[in-house]
């Protein structure tokens, strides 16, 4: 074998595994929360609230950081050139704290041209502002 590939050979299976990169969005709601339960929603402005962190590619994978803990797993997806769809029905909650899984579900669709998002996940209707972190070699 010629040793100058050596090194080529090497990293060969890092390059193949990596593949290209599925476009990824990180949203938050920085102004306010919105609540909705018992056929009503209510909002808290300023700083009577945590704002979430939801990262998700656009194969599906979800990590959304709500208080103490992020809700992570695999959903499904379907939209066009400007809308996604996002559902996850079996969201895990990590760091897990009981014996058993602690399990959500969520749902969001995201404009891709305006940067916004709808998050509906537990009591939750929340508007988010959305970012592109990073895209595939398509974009």
């Given at each position: 074998m010629n040793?100058?590939?050596?090194p080529?050979?090497l990293?060969?299976?890092l390059?193949l595994?990596a593949?290209?990169a ?6 938050r709601n920085?102004?306010?929360e919105?609540?909705?339960s018992?056929?009503?929603c209510?909002?808290?402005v300023g700083?009577?609230f945590?704002p979430?962190?939801?990262?998700f590619?656009?194969?599906g994978?979800?990590?959304a950081c709500v ?11 379907a ?5 996604l ?8 909650f990590a760091p ?6 602690v ?8 404009d891709r041209q305006e940067g916004?998002?709808?998050l509906?996940?537990?009591a939750?209707?929340q508007?988010l ?7 595939d070699?398509?974009?």
């Open positions: 040793i100058r590939l050596l080529a050979l990293m060969m299976p390059v595994a593949g290209p599925e476009a990824a969005w990180r949203c920085p102004d306010l919105v609540g909705c018992g056929g009503r209510e909002a808290t700083e009577g945590t979430m962190d939801i990262v590619a656009e194969d994978s979800v990590d208080y103490s803990g992020c809700w992570i797993g695999q959903g499904q997806v939209g066009d050139d400007r809308y769809s996002l559902w996850l029905r079996e969201a895990e897990q704290i009981n014996e058993e899984p399990r959500g579900e969520l749902a969001l669709l995201l916004v998002a709808t509906m996940f537990a939750f209707v508007p502002v959305c970012q592109r972190t990073r895209t070699a398509a974009d």
